[in-house]
């Protein structure tokens, strides 16, 4: 499993998060994309919205299943990757880059710290 370095935080459900310039870029890890199989749909919330620490903030679909997506901390999402409407695919083929699904700045910077590290993640998931 391909897993990025520590320069991101993660959730137990697989979504990565990534601060960045006091914002935080948020997507799946290769182990989610890989479990989803083929992506076909990504629903994303609009630039604006406010989300919720722990909530759920879009849907993503696969031949496979249909998984919704969480945000570990709470802000307003500044940007949306708009790629994914018309390559969905893309969070197979670069889930911890080009395949990112929203950028949020925090309410709360300090919460990024408290989503878990690379090793918490590794380990709460069965990945170490």
């Given at each position: 499993?391909?897993?990025?370095?520590?320069?991101?935080r993660y959730?137990?459900?697989?979504?990565w998060?990534?601060?960045?310039?006091?914002?935080?870029?948020?997507?799946?890890?290769?182990?989610?994309?890989?479990?989803?199989?083929?992506?076909?749909?990504?629903?994303?919330?609009?630039?604006?919205?406010?989300?919720?620490?722990?909530?759920?903030f879009?849907?993503?679909?696969?031949?496979?299943?249909?998984?919704?997506?969480?945000?570990?901390?709470?802000?307003?999402?500044?940007?949306v990757?708009?790629?994914?409407?018309?390559?969905?695919?893309?969070?197979?083929?670069?889930?911890?880059?080009?395949?990112?699904?929203?950028?949020?700045?925090?309410?709360?910077?300090?919460?990024?710290?408290?989503?878990?590290?690379?090793?918490?993640?590794?380990?709460?998931?069965?990945?170490?």
């Amino acid at each position: 499993m391909s897993i990025p370095t520590d320069d991101r935080r993660y959730l137990p459900s697989h979504e990565w998060h990534k601060l960045d310039g006091g914002v935080v870029t948020i997507g799946i890890t290769q182990h989610a994309a890989d479990e989803l199989t083929d992506i076909t749909y990504v629903a994303l919330p609009k630039v604006g919205t406010t989300l919720a620490a722990n909530g759920r903030f879009g849907e993503i679909e696969s031949v496979k299943a249909t998984s919704d997506l969480y945000a570990g901390i709470e802000g307003e999402v500044v940007a949306v990757n708009e790629s994914l409407n018309s390559d969905p695919g893309l969070v197979n083929r670069d889930p911890h880059e080009g395949g990112w699904m929203v950028k949020v700045k925090p309410a709360d910077p300090a919460a990024f710290e408290k989503l878990l590290s690379l090793d918490e993640y590794k380990k709460k998931t069965g990945h170490a």
